[in-house]
């Protein structure tokens, strides 16, 4: 049982380069979310899901798509990427009805 | 506009002695807070909750107290351990409505537990 995993762990990208990051859960959560976390500013929601099929924009949802592929998987991407964007992203999952969020180990992205 | 709000950077203190990490929320919805600890490289992992019809869960050298008319909890840990050293996130929910399970983070405190 792996709990949340992301990949990368690292990512240099240069502006306007794309990527996806790739977030996978094995508990049979129903929600997934994704954050950005950087110094001073704690944890600020970028997108969520709240079940397979669904989507919904968070505090700062702006350069930023997602993809719920499946139950398991949630992915997030930068069409193009930019410096304000440099950030570590976590990813996490709840089972419907708790609230303990489980996270991933984060991806630590630097844009330049 | 901040809903959840950890008004104290940082934190020092002597190991054995008491930590209090405090946490203010403005959103009366909010029904279930949650304190969340994070080490450098690491993901948040959950330490510790309470509902809005308790007022104090304790869970070994862990304590939330919530104060609900004054829209506050705080994080006691006694005796405090140089492995506590880490940021402490206090997270809130409102677990009714559309927004089930989604969480507001404050923006964190950074506790330093000296031998």
């Known amino acids: 049982n792996a709990g949340v995993t992301q990949t990368p762990k690292f990512q240099v990208l240069k502006t306007g380069q794309s990527m996806t990051l790739q977030c996978a859960q094995d508990m049979n959560h129903n929600s997934m979310y994704w954050y950005r976390q950087d110094p001073g500013m704690g944890l600020r929601l970028i997108y969520y899901?709240?079940?397979?099929?669904?989507?919904d924009k968070g505090e700062v949802p702006n350069g930023y798509n997602v993809s719920r592929l499946n139950k398991r998987e949630f992915s997030l991407r930068l069409e193009s990427a930019a410096p304000s964007q440099t950030s570590v992203y976590f990813c996490?999952?709840?089972?419907?009805?708790?609230?303990?969020?489980?996270f991933g180990p984060g991806t630590r992205l630097t844009v330049l | 506009d901040q809903q959840v709000k950890q008004n104290s950077p940082s934190l020092s203190v002597q190991e054995g002695r008491i930590s209090i990490l405090n946490c203010d929320y403005t959103n009366s919805m909010f029904d279930y807070f949650l304190w969340y600890k994070k080490y450098p490289a690491e993901g948040p992992t959950f330490l510790i909750s309470?509902?809005?019809?308790?007022d104090k869960n304790e869970d070994g050298r862990f304590t939330v107290f919530l104060n609900k008319s004054a829209k506050h909890l705080s994080l006691h840990i006694v005796p405090s351990q140089p492995g506590d050293s880490a940021v402490y996130f206090c997270?809130?929910?409102?677990?009714?409505?559309?927004?089930?399970?989604?969480?507001?983070f404050g923006r964190g405190t950074q506790l330093t537990v000296w031998p």
């Open positions: 996490a999952s709840i089972l419907h009805g708790l609230n303990e969020q489980f």
């Open positions: 997270a809130a929910s409102a677990r009714r409505g559309s927004t089930l399970g989604r969480l507001y």
């Open positions: 899901s709240a079940s397979e099929g669904t989507t």
């Open positions: 309470i509902s809005s019809i308790k």
